[in-house]
């Protein structure tokens, strides 16, 4: 199959090369034609690298996330699904087409930032004791399942999943596309578990950006873990040779949390009350006591029970989360409030030493937890980047299919 541009012709210059594009936008999907050069390389995220990407990656805007349960019964299935995944993700976060049998909403998009990031969940290395794809003995020590944590309620229609994948762009129809092509790929082989769909980023990996507000109007990410500090990255997201297994290493953990906000009590509450629930000012974003959002500050000095002060690194024997949520409005409830919240993303090296921990203490001390409930959780185990040529599974299942 030839590498077929989704946007290249539209993007070309000249009436007749325009002309052109419409006439053999039929080529295009059949897989006749080349992209022309000009295909907007800045709107690519590079696919391949020592890392997913989509982790360390500046936040794009927009959302897809989908768990997976897998239908088919042998490792080799299996493999042959993620091989097919793979050659589509290159595709499409290239900005290319995802095969000749493209669903087409896509089409006259750029690749918008795409990234596409896979993680293995506990349920496919074992589930009910069986070991379905020899993989019971390559489960990390590290994807050992969340407990329960008080104050949750977590719904098993919105949790768990054997394969995640988290597609992000900063064209919401881009995500979706991205999505519904593995779901298509993977027609009878897997089923959707649960989705989420979220908009408005609600962390900056780049503090050269403004920082985004979440849905309770605080600028969100403001400490987070800059997509360029390596050291930082190292120390606290990506999984070390010494930590094992091998297959991880170069991967990360991520811990996803379904967070309903109480939009309805948070909006009754003041300001001050506000503040002093999250321990910085709403407008500039600045610890309580100082005036700008970058202030140096202690968190001893925040309420006892403010939600920076219980996060704050110096509160957790300096352990760090590489956050990257998501703002959710899902409609309204059956009883007329807004089905809204925080679509919670961390990307870490432990989560039994780094997520776990944290939300104990949340759970238990944070006075935020009277506005929000956590509704929704998963954990998954995402493998190193891809090479060219390789897929998602091969350090995990081998090379082949
Ligand atoms: C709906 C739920 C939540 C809301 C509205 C929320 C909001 C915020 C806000 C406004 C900040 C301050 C700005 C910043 O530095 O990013 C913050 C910081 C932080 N939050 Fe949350 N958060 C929520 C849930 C969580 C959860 C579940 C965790 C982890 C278990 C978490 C961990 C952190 C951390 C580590 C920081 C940085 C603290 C620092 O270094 O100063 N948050 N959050």
Redesign the pocket.
Same mark, same amino acid.
């Given at each position: 199959m030839g590498r077929l541009s989704r946007r290249g012709l539209l993007t070309a210059s000249g009436a007749g090369v325009v002309a052109g594009a419409a006439a053999t936008a039929g080529a295009f999907l059949l897989g006749e034609a080349e992209p022309p050069a000009s295909a907007a390389p800045a709107q690519v995220v590079d696919f391949h690298g020592p890392h997913q990407a989509g982790i360390a990656t500046p936040v794009q805007d927009r959302l897809h996330f989908a768990a997976f349960d897998v239908a088919v019964g042998t490792r080799e299935e299996l493999i042959a699904l993620l091989v097919s995944w793979t050659r589509a993700a290159e595709s499409m976060t290239a900005g290319r087409v995802s095969a000749a049998d493209d669903s087409g909403e896509a089409l006259d998009l750029p690749a918008s930032r795409l990234t596409m990031t896979v993680g293995f969940g506990p349920t496919l290395f074992e589930r009910a004791g069986e070991d379905r794809f020899g993989l019971a003995a390559s489960r990390p020590p590290a994807l050992a399942d969340l407990p329960p944590f008080p104050g949750e309620k977590l719904d098993p229609a919105r949790g768990g999943g054997d394969i995640a994948v988290q597609a992000c762009a900063d064209d919401p129809q881009v995500a979706v596309h991205a999505i519904r092509t593995l779901a298509r790929i993977g027609l009878g082989r897997v089923s959707m578990r649960w989705s989420q769909l979220g908009y408005g980023k609600?962390?900056s990996t780049t503090p050269a950006q403004l920082?985004p507000r979440?849905l309770?109007g605080?600028?969100?990410?403001?400490?987070?873990i800059p997509h360029d500090d390596h050291t930082a990255l190292d120390q606290h997201v990506w999984v070390g040779a010494a930590d094992g297994p091998a297959w991880m290493t170069g991967g990360s953990y991520l811990v996803a &949390?379904r967070?309903r906000?109480h939009l309805e009590a948070w909006d009754q509450a003041s300001r001050e009350d506000q503040e002093a629930t999250?321990?910085?000012t709403k407008t500039e974003?600045a610890p309580l006591g100082g005036k700008g959002e970058r202030d140096r500050f202690s968190?001893a000095a925040l309420p006892a029970d403010s939600?920076?002060r219980l996060?704050?690194?110096l509160s957790n024997g300096g352990v &760090?989360?590489l956050?990257r949520g998501y703002s959710f409005v899902d409609g309204s409830d059956t009883q007329g409030r807004i089905d809204a919240?925080?679509f919670?993303l961390?990307y870490q090296r432990d989560p039994r030493r780094q997520?776990v921990p944290?939300?104990r203490r949340?759970a238990t001390d944070d006075r935020?937890s009277t506005y929000?409930r956590?509704v929704g959780s998963g954990l998954w185990a995402c493998p190193p980047g891809v090479s060219p040529g390789g897929h998602w599974g091969d350090t995990l299942l081998g090379e082949k299919a």
């Open positions: 609600t962390s920082t979440n309770m605080f600028k969100d990410g403001t400490d987070n &949390r967070i906000m999250i321990g910085r974003g968190p939600h920076v996060a704050h690194p &760090r989360l956050r919240g925080l919670f961390a997520y944290v939300q949340l935020l929000i956590h």
